[in-house]
């Protein structure tokens, strides 16, 4: 049985309170009827105690775009697991391929951001893909091999319930240039394997596999019907509420 899938948007660095609130307002009255599927959307830090709640007693949850391993002190810029629960979020967005390429993140680092989400009950959706010039240089499976298993170094299978992997390869991240089915697939199956092989065949199973790379309403639905591909990770796309409910009802099919 495939697990429930899984739609989340991250707004990145867009959207400001005024903006943030109508365009939740827009997608909660979007997909007010949509049942068993999880919806998640991730504004920006300034956003989200505005956000938060719009979304109470509704179809959608709350998520933040990074999270910090300590619980407080010295740690100019970032925010504590437990400062994002009080807010209200269910999810956070860790190790993001921007995250990495602009501002230093390392697979470590994902892992202690990843353990201590997950430990104090907090989702995590952990970001992992390869660029264009490791893609050609035929190396996208041990790349991705490495960013899965040094993230997820330590994690039980009792963790994997809180966590969520997303498939974003680099070269298709707001470029339009969306990996085909099968290319996506090919990497989700080797994600699967990584995860049956440290959480189970059952736990491994279960876990969420979201794709993630210029998803539109147009290519969201071919992609979601793959086996392995358990839902989607949707940056530009996400930021129009009309758009991002089409997304949402495609993975209803
Ligand atoms: P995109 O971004 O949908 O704009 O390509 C996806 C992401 O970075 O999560």
Redesign the pocket.
């Known amino acids: 049985m495939k697990p429930t899938p899984f739609i989340a948007g ?1 707004w ?1 660095m867009n959207e400001t309170i005024a903006e943030a609130t109508a365009l939740v307002t827009a997608l909660k009255d979007a997909v007010k009827d949509v049942k068993g599927i999880d919806i998640a959307v991730a504004p920006t830090a300034t956003a989200l105690s505005s956000v938060a709640p719009l979304l109470k007693g509704t179809n959608i949850a709350l998520s933040s775009q990074n999270v910090h391993w300590a619980d407080h002190g010295a740690f100019t810029g970032e925010i504590s697991v437990n400062m994002l629960k009080e807010i209200g979020c269910a999810w956070a967005i860790i190790g ?3 995250r990495r390429q602009y501002f230093g993140e390392t697979n470590e680092g994902v892992n202690k951001r990843a353990t201590a989400a997950i430990r104090a009950g907090l989702g995590a959706i952990i ?1 992992v893909g390869e660029t264009l010039a490791e893609r050609e240089a035929g190396k996208t499976l041990e790349v991705v091999s490495t960013q899965v298993k040094e993230g997820l170094n330590g994690l039980t299978a009792e963790d994997s319930k809180l966590l969520v992997i ?1 498939y ?1 390869p680099v070269w ?4 339009g240039k969306v990996a085909t089915t099968a290319q996506a697939q090919e990497v989700h199956a080797h994600i699967r394997s990584l995860l049956k092989a440290q959480f189970g065949d059952e736990a491994g199973a279960a876990v969420r596999i979201q794709y ?4 539109k309403p147009g290519n969201a639905a071919e992609l979601l019907a793959q086996p392995d591909i358990n839902g989607a ?6 930021l129009k509420a009309a758009d991002f409910a089409a997304i949402i009802r495609a993975a209803l099919n």
Do not use: D, F, M, R
């Not at 993630?212 to 998803?215: D, F, K, M």
């Not at 990770?233 to 996400?238: I, K, N, P, T, Y």
């Open positions: 991250n990145k993001h391929s921007e970001c997303a974003e298709a991240i707001g470029t993630g790379g210029s998803v990770l949707v940056g530009g796309a996400s």
